[in-house]
């Protein structure tokens, strides 16, 4: 069974910064490509952040582009996503995901393409 473990979230000023994890275990890591969403309380689950098999390509939705960066390292089976200038709007819990089955430089960015998600890491972020 694969297994997915995000690590790294927490409580962080406006402004601050958080670089999250995802440990992953029972996959051949570099067959899948990853990704990150969020879902806020009260609202529902947005897809923030993809990235292709071999880092190759990757994709952000509208609202994070130039404050996020999705990462990954095959050889330590662990995705990435570094988040800088965090505003209140992003407190959620931040799911990791793998689709497998993508093209070397597909960047999935719907949920119906990811198999496998973890349990989720809380992030907070006061004004």
């Known amino acids: 069974q694969v297994q997915l473990v995000e690590s790294g979230g927490g409580l962080v000023q406006a402004g601050g910064s958080l670089k999250l994890s995802c440990a992953a275990s029972?996959?051949?890591?570099?067959?899948?490509?990853m990704g990150w969403s969020r879902q806020a309380p009260g609202k529902e689950r947005e897809f923030v952040a993809a990235?292709?098999?071999?880092?190759?390509?990757?994709y952000s939705t509208d609202s994070v582009k130039g404050r996020f960066t999705i990462s990954r390292d095959n050889a330590k089976n662990t995705l990435y996503l570094q988040m800088n200038s965090l505003e209140p709007e992003d407190t959620a819990v931040y799911y990791c995901a793998a689709a497998r089955g993508a093209s070397d430089y597909h960047a999935p960015a719907r949920f119906i393409e990811y198999d496998y998600w973890g349990p989720g890491t809380q992030v907070t972020v006061s004004s």
């Open positions: 029972r996959l051949t890591f570099s067959y899948y490509a």
């Open positions: 990235i292709s098999r071999r880092g190759g390509s990757t």
